[in-house]
């Protein structure tokens, strides 16, 4: 689904922290996106720019087709077998080496409505000692562990223990639970948000959207402590919240929220050079962002915004400059940008492409390109790149993005009703 309404694709790229870059689309492989003349280029005492990654030639290969909105992609680390969800409600077994799929029997019910249903997959850190396999994914009231006497939907999590194909039997998620479930319910079928990631301390953090709540006022439920729409969750393997959390000793808190004052995060990546959590999430009209995610962090949506309302050049709400109370994203994408809806990240660590190390690849959905982006520093002041676009020929929405244990090559699920998994390899 789209984040209503599609958005045309154009962009301009600008740091929040460092002033306004302009930056315009370029084709793949022929330079970077942003830049003011600052990196030393045209100064001879300066010596060359630093390689941007800009000249890597790869190529595109299709692993398998015919997925149904596919949506979230994970790793076996033991085997290399892919982990393929679609939102209609399938869990799939992609053999990246002959393009085979096994249907995953077990997987839950879900509200396959609008931007609803069987959404992200992560595997537990200590695979295959720990089989557990997590999905995150809309679900109904009346089926919902938590749902009685609610209505509408909303996001749950979700854990079973993968058996794989062996004595003749067919791949399944065995004793498969829901975990933890996000209230309240909402009348809606948009923005559930529901990226899953473990972190390195293994506890596992998910994104929950604010179901469109359009009150854009301090009454919001993203302003709201004590939901958990608009947030993210730190939880513990077994669904709980983590006894860590920045809220646990606040009555008037949600003990599971790690982060709030988000609007739909639908992209999240551990960076393995800090330990950081970044997450890229979707603004109103354009307005969208690539956060570093603190603890007790408030990251200002409605209150703060560098969106404008739909239609309209109308700003939201004044920007995360002007308050001292939230976090300004590291990158964003203002009204007027054509923005960058994401979907899907990465932080690029395979020996594939060496130039790309380090670097944060994520989806976009209207613009349709897989995005690359250069880092450079730590936390809120880090300086975020964004780089030439892949696969902007392709006309692919970017749903979800994976990195290939040991090949290091890329791999990209399409969202499309009859869509491909595609990996980039070296060319």
Sequence with gaps: MTDIPDRINRRTAIRAAGGFVGATALPTLSGCLGGNGGDGSDDPDEGPPPDDGADVDYAVETVAEGFENPWGLAFLPDDGRLLVTERPGRLSLLDPADGTVEAIAGAPEVFAEGQGGLLDVAVHPDYPDDARVYLTYSASAADSPAGDGASGATTHVGAGRLALDGDGRTPALDGFEALFVAEPFRDTNLHFGSRATFGPDGALFVTVGDRRDTDFGPDHVS??????????????????????????????????????????????????????????????????????????????????????????????????????????????????????????????????FPKWRGDLFAGTLAARYLGRFTVDGDGRDATVTERDPLLDDREWRMRAVAVEPGSGHIYVAVDDGDAPVARIVPA
Excluded at 227 to 246: I, K, S, V
Excluded at 252 to 257: G, H, L, Q
Excluded at 319 to 329: F, K, L, N, S, T
Aim: aromatic share 10%.
């Design 223 to 352: 302003q709201d402590r004590s939901n958990e729409l608009g947030a993210t969750l730190r939880l513990t393997p077994d669904g709980d919240a983590h006894p860590d959390n920045p809220f646990v000793d606040d009555p008037d808190a949600a003990d599971a929220i790690y982060s709030y004052g988000h609007r739909n995060p639908q992209a999240m990546a551990v960076r393995r050079e800090t330990n950081a959590l970044w997450q890229c999430e979707h603004g109103e009209e354009d307005g969208d962002e690539i956060n570093v995610i603190e603890r007790g962090g408030n990251y200002g949506w409605p209150i703060a915004s560098e969106a404008c309302r739909y239609g309209t050049d109308d700003p939201v709400a004044p920007g995360h400059d002007e308050r001292d109370d939230v976090i300004a994203p590291v990158h964003y994408w203002p009204c007027g940008s054509g923005g960058f809806p994401p979907s899907g990240a990465v932080f690029y660590d395979g020996d594939a």
